[in-house]
């Protein structure tokens, strides 16, 4: 995986996925390019974590939903690194009522365009560099059991934005494998993050139970019985961005303990 270029979006943040998938690379040798919100937690703290691993790491402010700065992704990645071997869209948000008369248009333009038209912009961006290299590309899309199975509790347009994510996934495998690009999608389960503690709260108030008590009811859903640590999707990505999955596209991988998507 040495001398190879990721870029992963949304990958600042603490106790997010994208920050675990941005070590799990720096550590497999990947130079990273960490892509997030102008202000975002952790954003000015990340590279120096990254380089402690011998790679080397850099910053770009983005919002997903603006082509100009994708654009500017692109450009910067291009023009420090000379390639784009893997991307990694992981940016996305969770929004909205699990009671479905409750959502709002806000919650439904964000979902999608965050969720959805941030990765297809990305991909968009990204697809030519990766055209160009004799090496393709691999790009892997963070999704949700929610896009393989509708789960009680998750709101209607976070469940048809990852549905949607899964879809776009296996078009483009289609489309780009005899470009030598693999495109395939990760749906995590339950997994300790800042979103996660949101869906907590939410199951809590739904069934008029603590936190703890929370925790312990999706945890009982799930067969290895304990929600994980967001290095599990790191190591997931790790192995579908390098060669021992090289005969693998146009997958939707679940990362979740075996536990059910649902219906």
Same mark, same amino acid.
């Given at each position: 995986? $040495?001398?190879?270029?990721?870029?992963?979006?949304?990958?600042?943040? #603490?106790k /997010?996925?994208?920050? @675990?998938? @941005?070590?799990?690379?720096? %550590?497999?040798g990947? =130079?990273?390019?960490?892509?997030?919100? %102008?202000g975002a937690a952790g954003l000015n703290t990340v590279v120096d974590e990254l380089a402690s691993y011998g790679v080397t790491a850099h910053t770009v402010v983005c919002d997903v939903t603006d082509k100009n700065d994708i654009k500017k992704v692109i450009n910067d990645t291009?023009?420090?690194?000379? !390639?784009?071997?893997?991307?990694? =869209? +992981? *940016?996305?948000?969770?929004?909205?009522? @699990?009671?479905?008369?409750?959502? $709002?248009? =806000?919650?439904?333009?964000?979902?999608?365009?965050? +969720?959805?038209?941030?990765? *297809?912009?990305? &991909?968009?961006?990204?697809i030519p560099q990766m055209l160009e290299q004799e090496s393709g590309g691999c790009i892997v899309n963070i999704a949700s059991l929610a896009g393989l199975g509708a789960i009680e509790d998750i709101p209607a347009c976070y469940t048809a934005s990852k549905f949607a994510v899964v879809g776009l996934t296996k078009q483009?495998?289609?489309?780009?494998? %005899?470009? /030598?690009?693999?495109? =395939?999608a990760? &749906? #995590?389960? !339950?997994?300790?993050?800042?979103?996660?503690?949101? $869906?907590?709260?939410?199951? *809590?108030?739904?069934?008029?139970? !603590?936190l703890e008590d929370a925790q312990k009811l999706e945890d009982s859903n799930i067969p290895l019985g304990y929600t994980a640590e967001p290095s599990v999707v790191g190591d997931a990505v790790v192995y579908l961005s390098s060669d021992a999955s090289r005969y693998i596209t146009?997958? *939707?991988? #679940?990362?979740?303990?075996?536990?059910? #998507?649902?219906?």
């Open positions: 995986m $040495t001398n190879k270029t990721a870029i992963i979006t949304g990958a600042s943040h #603490p /997010g996925i994208g920050r @675990a998938i @941005a070590v799990a690379l720096a %550590k497999s990947v =130079n990273v390019v960490v892509v997030d919100l %102008k291009m023009e420090i690194f000379g !390639s784009i071997d893997i991307l990694v =869209n +992981n *940016a996305g948000v969770g929004l909205g009522s @699990a009671n479905f008369l409750e959502l $709002t248009d =806000n919650d439904w333009n964000l979902s999608l365009a965050i +969720n959805l038209k941030g990765i *297809a912009d990305f &991909c968009q961006a990204a483009l495998a289609v489309q780009y494998a %005899k470009n /030598g690009i693999r495109v =395939n990760i &749906c #995590p389960g !339950s997994i300790h993050t800042q979103m996660h503690e949101t $869906t907590l709260g939410m199951i *809590a108030q739904e069934h008029n139970i !603590s146009g997958v *939707a991988m #679940p990362v979740s303990g075996g536990m059910s #998507p649902g219906l």
